[in-house]
């Protein structure tokens, strides 16, 4: 069972479709103990970082999310979701669930914010994707991460300057894009980190 965390940010009927056309089994969910039992777990999101953390350490789903990758079972941050995988959030600022070493900071000054639209992404060869081919995915976003450690970086993305796009570090992915709204190079990536 997939478990699409529900915090009352993101779009996950999107989401849950998108996964569903591979035959994977999906729940929504917002409860701690359901998160803790799944095989494989999204983190979506849309919105503001601190008012995400504040919710989710209100609902105990922090924890769940913490412990979870910490046992090892794959991990997917969507969007913001990919960005409170990381510490320090300019956002609010507030502080991330840490999962990931790096922060997480506002797009640079004079490129027009957010981020919005179809933009490529370049897979880079020291990952699980490495094999995919250069594609367009669908991105809405202010913020972009800056992990510390360059391996974790699986794929990039020019905008103004290149940002890290795609992020894989053992059992947690991240992207900053919507793969779910990314068409067959979404799907695509989906059924690889499915695989995974």
């Not at 090892?72 to 913001?80: D, Q």
């Not at 880079?124 to 510390?148: I, K, M, N, R, W």
């Not at 796009?165 to 793969?179: A, D, K, L, M, R």
Request: net charge negative; with cysteine.
């Amino acid at each position: 069972m997939i478990a699409i965390i529900d915090y009352g940010a993101g779009n996950l009927r999107s989401i849950q479709r998108a996964l569903e056309s591979h035959g994977a089994q999906v729940e929504i969910t917002s409860a701690p103990e359901r998160i803790l039992a799944a095989d494989r777990v999204v983190l979506p999101g849309v919105g503001n970082a601190k008012a995400a953390m504040e919710q989710l350490h209100d609902t105990g789903i922090a924890d769940a999310v913490t412990g979870i990758a910490h046992k090892g079972t794959p991990l997917l941050g969507v969007c913001l979701g990919m960005q409170l995988l990381f510490g320090d959030q300019e956002e609010g600022p507030t502080t991330g669930l840490g999962l990931l070493e790096g922060n997480a900071v506002k797009l640079g000054d004079g490129l027009k914010v957010p981020h919005m639209g179809w933009n490529t992404v370049q897979f880079t060869g020291h990952s699980s994707l490495a094999d995919q081919p250069e594609g367009y995915f669908y991105f809405v976003h202010s913020y972009v991460v800056q992990p510390d450690d360059e391996r974790d970086i699986a794929g990039v993305t020019g905008y103004g300057e290149p940002f890290a796009s795609v992020v894989i570090h053992e059992n947690i992915w991240g992207t900053q894009f919507h793969p779910e709204k990314s068409h067959r190079a979404g799907l695509d990536l989906l059924g690889v980190w499915l695989r995974s």
